[in-house]
Structure formats: structure tokens, C-alpha cells
């Protein structure tokens, strides 16, 4: 037997456009559509209300690879990862998988709230596949790793959401599977938690087990993976070493002159209120441009619309280099003044701008991320690739000497230099 | 790390993906291996039901004691229904146990596909096992009714006849009829959700074309066949006969033929939600 964990094999996956956005039809208009669709026949021939989210996917996976799969938001990942962990059922294709398979697509699915932190644990467990036997032996771990000791016998309607995610990804984390299927779980929970998740992540993966691992996080994609595939628009474009796919995903197809215009496709229906338009860089001059200079100011705009108030909204960027480094977070509403006359954020249509002062980026290239959030309330839109930029380095501190200059930033730094008599 | 891997080498079952065409084996064994999982969302469900409730446990009792007394009231004392000349109450309380117990199953299995929606959305395992557990909560309050109904026939001094060895399979009817009628409206309402609205209705004309208010004995010999295709007569007429001793109201063939319908129900049910289950993940 070879040593092959999965086998993945032209892999299509097929929705209805209807079925996607409506979710489900009622009689009435499984009536009208019937009586509606010969002049539809007529309209639409091609029947273009299907659209593949997945096609030609073929890859094989050895035991005890970890890889990583990224790509944008609707590139197919999840459903990929649906597909493999056999809640949903491909289209075309075959896959061929050689052992149990773990799935931490959602955490804490199944959880009830009026049962307490111990019975969910046995439900939970069950319902990932666990025997109960197996659960009562790790039962001790599970409790150990979420730090919920005190609070076993209480309901978890009661739990803190920082107590119930990491109960809820302890019985997970737990189910030991000879291939584990992992989606983005480190969306959630604060900074201690995505510790320890990462860490116990890595722990799987050093015994040797296989993972597959979704994320937007291109520093977590980087720790836990050595390989990766690339997804876009449902089709697998690339599987090379994670530096190589991550700078790859963050950097291509990005002709767009220091401007990223977001198309429908590009936003999720759940990013409602918020409706991103567009993500720019300008020079000092105001000139929108890809191309910035070291010793000049960026400036860095965010162009959104709200449909209705939010509350607590605040529009963050991260600039990363193109490995996917983080240089630095800031949010628009950082400045207590600001983040108290923006409490409420009242439906319009806005720009968040900031500049990045001049002499701060070393050359290279740049990729900005944007998000939009309510801080514990609700991510209403977040794309890690934004947009990417150059910064030449022209009369930057230092360019008497030509040697590539280190760390991705090159900040002009006050020096002073005295001779020390003693 | 190479114990992992050694391991790994020793479970060979390979899972095999593709898409499935039509009709569909019904994968029992898948059934069987996650049997726990029906054990643990039983036990969740009992265990949510009265969590909140003063009155806990007891509303399982309450509820059927309660409507027998409005029934009583209405029909026995008032219309003065023919009871085959047990008590009003006693006649009714017996015909209305497995009553509710199809009545409750079917309720609660047809809903429970769309209920879990965000399970089957996202946890792989046998689907089949949705409907299978949610009906089990209603035989815990099915059994509990007993009590009431071991007061009442103490009361009113009738003893079961040697019949009652057959309530097991009697019961074992009912719920298969449920989970038959169950499997084919719990995948239906994944795509319509229609059906949430028409089965409370549709189950009320049940009840009239079921002996459960009245005694089957009424019904005329030549419209006897087609009143014994509704495989729950069968199961009530069996219940009072078992536990009254009231004269029986179906041949023995006509009760073979109630269950073979019955059965028919539950095997097409499975196959029609096997059929159905590649959608579920994707339409919910």
C-alpha cells in the first residue's frame, strides 16, 4: 500500500445560483417558476443559474503532510473541505480518502446551550464521531486544554464566548483523526486562544498526522504548512512550498495601478451593512499609483457605504510584506476622540484615509488587508489581499551602500555619534 | 511519529468520494457504527425538554391526562359516543396513547432535519440518524403515560388481557409509521418548507379517519378494507382489544395488511431520504 492519505481526482462541485441565494423554494414558487419557465427557457438557453464552485481540482496528499490551502473569499476552499469531510456531495470527480477524517469546519456545531460544559463535551464528541469510551478517556484533557474546570456543571448559555470557543475546539482538537480537515477556526477568540489553538495545531501536525488547513491568516499558514494550494474562482491554480504559494496569492494579478475596485462577486452577503467600494494608494501628489517612494508620505483610502448604522464599526488595515509578514495593524478609529465620535456610524457613504508617514517602508512589495469589524460583536467584511504596492527606495537612508537592506521597514532614524573619552 | 504512521497502515478502510446517482444503498452498517449518536441526542433531547420547566417530567403525564378530560367532557358526557361499553375515559385514554406517540413522532422527525440545520451543514454522518433519535424522546413520554393509564384502569377496574404481549410490536408499528411518513416529510421540508405548514393539518384529518375518538366498530363492513389501509386503526383498535379486551375490529388479514403498508411507508421513506441526502448539506 502506498503511503497516500488523499487522493483527490477532478473534483467538481456544482450550486444553483437560486438554490444558493434563496436557500430553499416554497411551493408557491415551484409553481409560478413551472408556469414562468418556458419563457425562461427562451431567455436563457444556456441555463447560466448553475455555477461551478469547484472544478478540476486534483491533487494527492501523503501521510503526515500538512498543507495549507488558500485563495479568496469564494475560490472554493470551503467547499473543498466540505467535499472531503463528506458533508457535501462533489459534483464530478473522485476522492479517495485513507483513514478517519476530522473536521473542524465549525467548532461547537451541535452545542446546545442549556446543557451543561460536561454533557456537551459527550455530545459534542458523539456527534464528531467519538465512542464514548475514547471520550472518557480524553475526557481530562479536553477539560485541561479549555481551562473550564470550575465551570463544568454550568451551562454553557452561561460561558463567557471566550470559555465556550475553547471548550468547543478542545472536543474538536481532541478527536485525534488520522487526517484532519480544519476551516479558518482561528477567525474567533482572542489573541490567548489563537495561541493555543496554533499550538495545539502544530502538535497534530508533528505527530505525524495529515492536515489540511484553511486560513486567511498568512502568518498561521506559514507556521503549520510546508505546502500549499491555490485556489481561484474554483479551480486550482498553483501547489508549490508555502513561500512560494503565499507570495504568489498575496502578489498576482494585480495590474491594478494602486487601486482595487470591489466587484459583486467580491463581497459575501453576509458582509451587509458594510459594502466595501474601493481600496487605494496615492502618492503625496494625490496621484493613485502602484508605484510609491520610500521618503514620500502614502496615503491609504478605504472607500465604503453603510446601508444602515452600525455600532463600534471600525475599518482596520494590515500591511504585510509579500510573504505575508505582518508590518503593522491600525484602525481608523484607534484615537480615543475619534472611536467616541464614531460610536455609531450612520448609514452613507464614506472614506477612511491614513497616511503612512514618509521614510517608514523599506523597497519591496507591500499587500494591504482590509477589514471591517464591530470589536466582539460581528467581522462584516475582511480581504487579506486588498491591494499590493511597490515602494522604491530612492534617496531612502543608506543608499550610499547597495546591498539589500533587511526587515521591511527603513525608517530615518536621528543618529548621533560621539566619541567616548574616558 | 513512525508509531503514527504504523497505525495509520493498520486501518486500511478507505472512503471512497464520488457522486452518487438515483437511488442509493441505505448504508445501515454507517447506522450501526454511529449508533451512540442516536443514544447521546436522545438523551440531549430529554434532557433539554424539561431542563427550564417547573413542572419538569411531569408535563409528560399532564398533557395526554388534561386532553382526556376535555375529550371526556365533549365527547363521552355530551356527544355520548358508542364506547364498545368501556368508559368513556378509559376508551379514550387507551386509543389516544399510541396516538400521540405517532402523532408527537411524526411532528418532531419531520422538523428535525431543518432543526439541525447547521449540523447537517457542516458535521458529516448517516443523516438518517436525525429523524431516528428525534422520535425516541416521544416513546420516553409514551411510556411515561403508562402511569396514568395504570390509574385509570385501576380506577375503573379492567385488567389487560393476555393481548398486552403485543404492545411492544403494536407500539413498534406506530413508530414505524411515524418514521416512515417522517423520513419522506423531513427531506421534503429541506426543499419545501411548505410541508411544516400542511402536516399539522394533514395529521388532524389523520386523527378522524383513525378509530382514536371513536370505536372502529362503527365503521361499516363494506368501507372496512379501506379503513384498514391507515396502518395507525391497526395499532389502536390493537391497543384497546390488548389492554379492554373490546371484540376486535380488523380481521387478522386486514391487520396484515396495515402493516405491510406501514412497512412499505418506512422502507420507500428511507430510500426516498437516502436519495434526497446529498442535497441536504447544500439546500438547508
Redesign the interface.
Known sequence: MSNIAVRVEDIGKQYNIFTENIKYQTLRDKIVETVKSPLKMLLNPTGSQKFWALRHVSFELEHGQVMGVIGKNGAGKSTLLKILSRVAEPTEGIAEIHGRVGSLLEVGTGFHPELTGRENIYLNGAILGMKRTEIDRKFDEIVAFSEIDKFLDTPVKRYSSGMYMRLAFAVSAHLEPEILVVDEVLAVGDAEFQRKCLGKMSDVASEGRTVMFVSHNMSAIQRLTQECIVLEKGQMIMRAPTAKAVDYYLTHDFESGGEHKYTKDEIPANARPFKPIAVRVKTAKGITTDNQISTEPITVEVEYSLDSNITGLRIGIYLMTSRGEFVFTSFDTDEPSKFEHYRVRKAGHYVSRCVIPADTLNEGRFVIGINASSYMVKRYFGDERALNFNVNSTGAPGMQWVEVRSGPMRPRLDWEIKEVRS | ??T??K???K??????????KGWVSLRLRDLWL?R??I???T??DL??RY??SVLGVFWAVLKPFMNMVVFSIFFGSLAKMPSDGVPYPLFYFVGSLPWALFGDSLSVASRSLVSHG????????PRLIIPLSSVMASVVDFLISFVILGGLMIYYKYAPTIYALWLPLLMLLALITSLGVGFWTSALM?????VGYILPFVTNLWMFITPVLYSASMIPEKWKVLYSLNPMTGVVEGFREALLGTPPALSPLLMGLSVLISLIMFVSGMFYFRRME?QF????
Open positions: 511519529m513512525k503514527a504512521v497505525e495509520i497502515k486501518t486500511p478502510d478507505v472512503v471512497i468520494i464520488q457522486p452518487s454511529y451512540e449518536l443514544y447521546f441526542l438523551w440531549r434532557k433539554v431542563k427550564q447547521n449540523m447537517v451543514s457542516k458535521i458529516f454522518f429541506v426543499r419545501y418548507r411548505d446529498k448539506a447544500d439546500m438547508i
